[in-house]
């Protein structure tokens, strides 16, 4: 709920990121001209497109990326069970992987209904464009890009922990004393910085996945080329070195109202869902909150209150009664 909602309010950010990135004719506009054209030709609508599939596509990554991250965490904690922060972030980025690669066909799908045109379009939805690519550009299609994706988790998990292992010396204190404030702009100015070292990969896996023979303007690609090398070489030689940074300023403004709005909506779906059933921790995290057995469904847990309850309350003296 709290991932959908953040993409959704800032689905035109992410809207103008991919449309720089690919190199429609839109961003020769600039960024409010770009915005302006949409909504002039295809509509205010215009400003969501591919924002459905990227929500549908946050269930299955989101499972995935836990269920991997959980069992690579284990895998890399030492024999007292205690595990650093650089194979911490490790561990995450190489869930990312796995829910990235297996998820990737719905990140093409995303790309191509924001490329196209909604008044003259391609593809007349989700499962349409996942037949139509299959059947015209075969499954492999579907892939293209996924290299630039993977080889891009690099530069960001060596972004994160840049930033992680400053966090001490900006804020002039111990980690555990931070303010949900300062974890917070922690957040934002660590993704800012990965997303900032990552995003050359980023844009050409836009390009590849945009890029097919069997759309208009060969789906508005600013470039030709004939794989992922080929691309950056290209880019550079058309756009200079800067191209491919093309879309980092949509990028970098949707961080703060992303994060802003995701971390309020889990902390309040957290409280309705989790603390009124006795809960003070998410049962799905693997640290065990002390006092709290989290093994109990809601109803023991009510039940060991009521014991503990009549266990620890005074009884009253035989001269009260």
Not at 37 to 46: D, F, P, Q, Y
Not at 76 to 88: K, Q, T, Y
Not at 259 to 274: A, N, P, Q
Not at 311 to 321: G, I
């Amino acid at each position: 709920l709290a991932g959908a909602l953040s993409l959704s309010l800032t689905a035109p950010l992410e809207l103008l990121t991919v449309l720089a990135q690919v190199g429609t004719w839109h961003c020769r506009l600039g960024l409010r001209g770009a915005g302006r054209s949409l909504c002039r030709t295809e509509g205010v609508r215009a400003l969501w497109k591919g924002n459905l599939t990227a929500c549908l596509r946050l269930c299955p990554y989101s499972a995935l990326q836990l269920a991997a991250s959980r069992r690579l965490v284990t895998l890399f904690m030492d024999e007292l069970g205690h595990i650093s922060h650089w194979r911490a972030i490790m561990a995450g980025s190489l869930a990312g992987m796995v829910a990235t690669i297996v998820t990737y066909p719905t990140d093409v799908i995303k790309t191509r209904l924001i490329v196209q045109n909604r008044l003259e379009p391609s593809y007349e939805g989700i499962f349409h464009a996942f037949y139509k690519i299959h059947h015209q550009e075969g499954l492999r299609a579907l892939y293209r890009g996924v290299s630039p994706a993977i080889l891009g988790a690099v530069p960001f998990s060596a972004g994160s922990f840049f930033v992680y292992i400053s966090l001490d010396k900006i804020w002039q204190e111990p980690i555990v004393r931070f303010t949900p404030l300062q974890n917070f702009i922690n957040g934002c100015v660590a993704a800012a910085v990965a997303q900032t070292l990552s995003f050359p990969f980023e844009t050409v896996k836009r390009k590849m996945q945009a890029q097919s023979p069997w759309l208009p303007h060969y789906g508005g690609v600013d470039v030709h080329f004939t794989g992922m090398t080929d691309c950056f070489r290209q880019t550079v030689k058309n756009k200079g070195v800067l191209g491919l940074w093309s879309g980092l300023t949509p990028s970098l403004l949707k961080i703060v109202p992303y994060f802003g709005v995701m971390f309020s909506t889990f902390e309040f779906c957290k409280r309705v869902c989790l603390y009124r059933n006795g809960y003070i921790e998410s049962p799905l995290n693997y640290k065990l909150t002390p006092g709290v057995d989290q093994s109990l469904h809601p109803q023991e847990l009510r039940e060991l209150k009521l014991l503990r309850r009549e266990n620890f309350e005074p009884r009253k003296s035989a001269l009260e009664n």
